[in-house]
C-alpha cells in the first residue's frame, strides 16, 4: 500500500512539471514576440536589409495575431524546430544537440565535486562549532559566494597554467594530439575509458579538472552553508534530546537521527544550488574556451544570432526543469511526511 | 535506612551567558527511594527542569554543574564520563518531555525508534526487536500496535506520541524515570489517561519516578513526596500530605493559595489584606439578554466535499448583561471558531447573532471593523505575547482601538486616558513606553486587557486569558478581572479548558464537545452534579490538590 | 516568540537598547565591523571616485601599454595604456548603482507582491505564486541572459533582467514572513481595534517583516554585483571602453596565459571585495536581527 502511494506521489510530482514547462515557453515566447522592437529585425541578424527582413516576417508568421503565432510556436517547439543559427548555418537543435554533452560533463562532475566536498565540510563544523573545521566551513562560504567564477577560473589559469605549468592550456575538452573517443554517454572521460584508452582518458580529464574545480567551488558554499546550518538546527531539536536521553550512541544519534533529517533542507537547497551552477556554467565555458552549450550561447550573443540564444535559453531551462523534477522526486521517496496536498 | 536511589547534594548549576554567569540552580539536595515518586514543582525560571537535566547530565552547551554531587545507586553521576553515561540513559534512567511530537524524530517510525534503544542497551537482538518493540506499544496502550508500528509521528495524535515516548523510556526497565512536565499541552482526559499510565507502569516495575510539573494538584494526584522550588532553590520538600496540611515556607502557602481548588473563590487564590482581592457580586437573573446566539454553524470546506469540516454545529445560547459566562471544551472542540465568530472577525455559514438589540450577524465581518458596536464587542487573547506587536510601544497598543473608534483626536486627552487605563489594569505608568519585549508575561497580560477595554465595551470574549501564564500571575490576573467586570458592568464570556478557573470565574457553564453544546447550565449545578457523559468525564480528569485541612 | 522576556532595568527604549545591541555586537565580532567600514569606503569611491583618481580613466597613453603595476601607475595600464587604477575606482559607481536600483526595484514590487499574496491569500496568491514559480523555472542567470538578449543590449536591461530575476526572493520571503502573522494575536487585536485591511498591512505587519528583509537586500546586492558583472563579462549591457569590473576582467582575460595578471586581477580583486563586503555585512546583520540563528 505504502509503495504504490509513493509511486503516486512520484507520478503527481512528474505531473506538476507540466505547468513549470509551459511557464518557459510562455516565457520564451513572450520574451522573442512580445517585447518592443521587431523580431524579425533579430531573426534576420545584423546583417539583413530590409527585403530579408520582411521574408523572415512572413516565413515566422509574424503578421498573425498572437495567439496564433503561439500555437505555431508550440507546434514548432514539439518538431524539436527551433530555428537555425546564423552564425555556423546548423539548425540550432542540431548544434545545441551536438555540445550539450560537453555541458554536462562540466556541471556534473563539477557538482560532485563539490558534494564531495561541500557535505564532510558542513557536517564537521556543524559537529565541531568553533573548531578550526568550522572556522574554514565559514571562509570558504563566504569566499565562496563572493567570488565569481570567471574570476576564480582566470585566477585558476594563471598559477596553474602560466605559472606552475600544471594544467594543460585552456583550448576545450581535448589536447588536439588526441582524437575524442566514440561517444557513449558523452562524457570524454568515461567514453574513453570505456573505449580502453586510459591516455586519451587522462588527458580529458586533465582538460576538464580546473572549470570542473572553478564551478565546484561556486556551487560549494550553497551546499555547506545549509548542510551546516540545517544539521545544528536539526542536532537542537527536542528529538535529538530524547535519543540522548535514551542513551543512543553519539554516531547514531548524529547520523540516524540528526543527518537523515538535515539532508532534507540540503535536497531542497540543490535546486538552487543547480540554478547556480547552470548559470555560471555559461561564463566557465567562456574562460576556458569549453566547446559547450554556453560558450555557443556568448558566441552566439556576439553576433545577435537570436534564434540560437533563445534555442540556448529554452534548453538550459528544460534541464533545470528535470533537474529539479528530480530533486522533487528523491525527496518525495525519503521524507514520508510528504503528502498529496494540492 | 535503605541508601537512597537518586542522592543530590549542594547541586549548583551555573550558565554563561552574554551578561555573565547566571546561577539556576543553587544547593539543591533531594533524594528519592526505589519505588518513590517525587514531584518537583516550581513556577517557570524555578530551575526544576534544570536539575534534571543535569541528572541526565544533558544540559545545553552554556550550562555546568559547578558544585555538589550526583548519585544514582552509588554512582557518582558528576564525575563519570560520557561513555558510561550513555550506558546508564534510557537503561537505568529515562526521561520523558513536554511537547510529544517534537520528542520524536520525524522521519522514522516509531517502532524502529523503541527497537534502536533496545538494540542499543543490548535488550533485543535483531531477530526479537520487533517483537519486543511491539510489545513496548501494547504495555503502553496503543491501540492495534503491529499496525503503529509502522506509523510515523505526524501520523499519531498527540497523546499517542506521548505514550511512544513512554514507551522509549520503559523499554529497557530502567530504574528510574524522570518526566519534564508530560503533559503540558495536553487535554485534561488525555492528561489524566497518560499519568495513569505511567503510574500503573512504574508501579509494576518498581520505578522510581521524578514528575517535575507546574501543577499543584498534578503532583498532589501522583507524588508521594513533594519538593517546591523557587528561583534556584528548593524552600520546602515534605510528603504530600504534610505540605497540603501544613505547609511550612511563605512562598508554598501563597502557591497552595493560589492554585484553584473545587472549593476556593476568586478573591482566595490572592493572600488576606491583599488590595487586590475583588468580589463577584451574585448573578442576576432578571438582568436582560445581551448577546443572544441562534444554530451558529460553521462550515470550512466546500460543502459536500470530503475536506469539508464542521468546526461548529448549530450553537444556541443567551448571554445577560453583566454575566460571565463559560465556554469549556478540549483542542479542537471549535471554541475559537465560535470567539472568530462571536467577535465578527469570522463570517458564519449559518445562524442569527444579535448583539445588544441589533442583528449583527448580518453585517459580514469585513465591514464590522469600522461598525460602530466594533467597540462593545472586544476580546483578550490567550497567549500575551503573541497578542502585541512587538514594534509597537505599549502606549499605541492601547491607544490603537481609541485613535480608531474612540474618535479622539485629541493628543492630551489621549494620553490621559491610557493612563487611567493603565492604572485601571494595575500597570505602572512608567511601563508605557516599552516595548513588549521588555516586560513579564503578567504585565503583558495587563496591557491586552487595558486595550480590550479602553473603548468601555459591554461584552469582552476572554479567551483562555491566564493559560500561558504561571499560577501566582493568574491569581492576580483573575481578580483584576473580576474587579474590572464590577466596575464597568461588562458581560464575559469565558473561555476556558480549566473547570476549576471556569467554577472561580462564571455564573453559567456551558460544555462543548465536537463543535456542539453537550450540556448548559448553572456554574454550581454543573460542576457538581454533570448530566451528561462527556461533562463527567472532563471532570473527573481534573487533578486537584487536596484542600488544607486549616481551610 | 521573543525569548527576552527578561527585563532590563533601565527604562531605555528599544531604540537605545537596539543601539546597545548593535556595538555590542560590532565590538564582539570584528568582522562585522569591518565589513561597515569597508562599506563606508566603497560608498564613498562611488561617490567621489571620477574626483580622487590620478588619470582620465578612458584616456589611453598609446606609449606605455601594459605596464606591470608601478609608483606610476598603481595597478599597471592596460593593452591601450589605460591606468587600471584609475578604471578599477571610477567603475565602482557604476557597478554599485546598477546593483543597488535592481535591487531596490525587487524589493519594492517584490515585497508588495508577496505581502498581498501572504495577507490576502486566494487568487492574488495563487497567480503571483505562479509568476514566481515561472521566474524561477529558469536557471536565474540565464533568464537574465535571455532578457538583454532580447530587449536590447542596454545597461537599463541588465538593471531590469536583475530586478527581476532577484524578485522571487523578496516576494517569496514577504509572503512567507506576512502569512506566518496573518493570524497573530496582535493582527487580530488591530482588527478588533477597528483597522482596516491595508492600515493592518502596512503598519502592523509590514514593520515586523522588515528586519529579516534588511539581511536578504544586503545578501541579495552582492549576488546582484556579481550578476551585473557577469552579464557584461559575457559582453552584454555595458560597453567598453565605459570602465566596469565585469567588462574589465573580460578584456584582461586574453592577457593572462602571457602573464599580465593585473589586468584580470585588479578590476577581479575589486568585486570580490565589494561582494564580499555586502555578504559580511549580510551576515553581520543576521546577527543582528535575529541572534538565534547566527551561522
Redesign the interface.
Known sequence: M?VSNKLKLVLLRLLQAVPALFGIVLVSFLLTRALPGDPAVYFAGPMADEQSIAEIRQQMGLDRPLPLQFFSYIGDLLQGELGQSISTGQPVLTELASRLPASLELTLFALLLSLLVALPLGILAATRPNSWVDHLCRVVVTAGVSLPTFFTGLLLLYIFYFLLGWAPSPMGRLDFAYLPPETVTGSFVIDALLAGDPETARAAFAQLLLPAITLGLFTLAPIARMTRAALIQVLE???I??????????R?VLY??GL??AI?PVITTLGMVFSFALGANVLVEKVFAWPGIGSFAVEALVVSDYAAVQGFVLCMAVLFVLLNLLIDVIYTL????VRMES | MQPALLDIDDLTIEFAT?RGTVTAVEQVRLRLNKGETLGIVGESGSGKSVTSYAI?R?LDRAGSIHRGSIRFSGIDLVGAN?RA???????EI??I?Q?PR???????TVGKQIE??LR??AMATRANAREKAIAMLRAVRIANPEGRY?A?P?ELSGGMCQRV?IA??LACRPQMLIADEPTTGLDVTTQKAVLDLIKDLTREQRMATLLITHDLGLAAQYCDRIVVMQKGRIVEAADTATLFSSPQHDYTRRLLKATPGPESKVADLLPEGDARRALASPPNPEAPVLLSVEGLSKTFGAPGSPTSHRAVDNLSFKLHQGESLGLVGESGCGKSTTSAML?R?LDQSAGALWFDGQDIGAIPS?QF??HPL??Q???V???P?????????VRD?IA??IR??GGTGDKAQLRRRVEELAENVGLPV?LL???P?????GQKARV?IA??IALNPKMLILDEPTAALDVSVQAVVLNLLVDLKERLGMSYLFISHDLNVVRLMCDRVMIMQAGRLVEEGSTERLLNAPEHEYTRTLLAAIPNPPVPASA | ??Q??S??AS?A??QASGWRQAR?LLAENPVSAMAFVLFALILLLALFGPWLVPYDPLATYAGEPLQAPSAAHWFGTDNLGRDVFSRVVVATRLDLSIALVAVALSFVFGSALGAMAGYYGGWIDRLSGRLLDTIMAFPLFVLAMGIVAAAGNTVENIVYATAIINLPFYARMARAEVNVRRN???V??????????WRILAL?IF??TLPPMMVQISLNMGWAILNAAGLSFIGLGVRPPTPEWGIMVAEGANFIISGEWWLVVFPGAALVLAVFTFNLLGDGLRDLVDPQRRT
Do not use: C
Open positions: 505504502r531539536g527536542e528529538f534530546r530524547t535519543a540522548r536521553a535514551a542513551g543512543l550512541a553519539r547514531k540516524r537521527y537523515r533529517n532534507l525519503v521524507d514520508p511526511r | 552574554r541526565m544533558i560520557e553515561m550513555r550506558d546508564l540513559r534510557g537503561r529515562s526521561m518531555f511537547n517534537a520528542a520524536l524524530n520525524p522521519i522514522r534502536d534503544v542499543e542497551h509502522h510515523y505526524f515516548v522509549i523510556a467577535m472577525l469585513k471593523a469600522r466594533r467597540a464587542l472586544q476580546m487573547f490567550q497567549d505575547t503573541d497578542s502585541l506587536n512587538p514594534r509597537w510601544k497598543a490603537d482601538p480608531r473608534l512608567e513606553d516599552r516595548y519585549h521588555q516586560l513579564s508575561g491586552g486595550r480590550a | 516568540m521573543t527576552t522576556a527585563t532590563p527604562a527604549g528599544a555590542y497573530a494575536g496582535f487580530q487585536a488591530a482588527r478588533l481595534s477597528g483597522n482596516s485591511d502592523h514593520p515586523n
